[in-house]
């Protein structure tokens, strides 16, 4: 996919370092709510649906949890994934992942792919 045809999930510097951001990307012909974690110049991305039960990891539209140790905490039931490859380390789905959305960082866009 060129650069001009990538599709723009957000901008770097809209993204807060450490933080979360949502987006909706379209995935496999679906609109998919899409979470976004910056760390520095990299971003890693997941569908924002939980293992455990299907439902959306944030408290309210846009807000996450992150736990003292740092992981990625589902609003709902708890489960705590670390954020290298969204597996879930403690919680109802130990074990499971989040599902991975492939992204990229080119001239300070964040693209989809």
Do not use: Y
């Not at 979360?20 to 899409?34: K, L, N, R, T, Y």
């Amino acid at each position: 996919m060129s650069a001009s045809s990538a599709v723009e999930l957000a901008r770097l510097d809209a993204l807060p370092d450490q933080g979360f951001h949502s987006v909706e990307a379209v995935i496999e012909g679906d609109a998919e709510p899409v979470i976004l974690h910056r760390d520095g110049a990299h971003v890693r991305a997941w569908l924002n649906v939980c293992p455990h039960a299907g439902r959306n990891l944030d408290w309210a539209p846009g807000q996450f949890l992150k736990s003292r140790e740092g992981h990625l905490v589902c609003a709902v039931h708890g489960a705590a994934f670390e954020l290298q490859g969204g597996t879930c380390v403690s919680g109802p789905c130990k074990g499971d992942a989040l599902r991975t959305v492939p992204v990229r960082v080119e001239d300070g866009r964040v693209l989809l792919g």
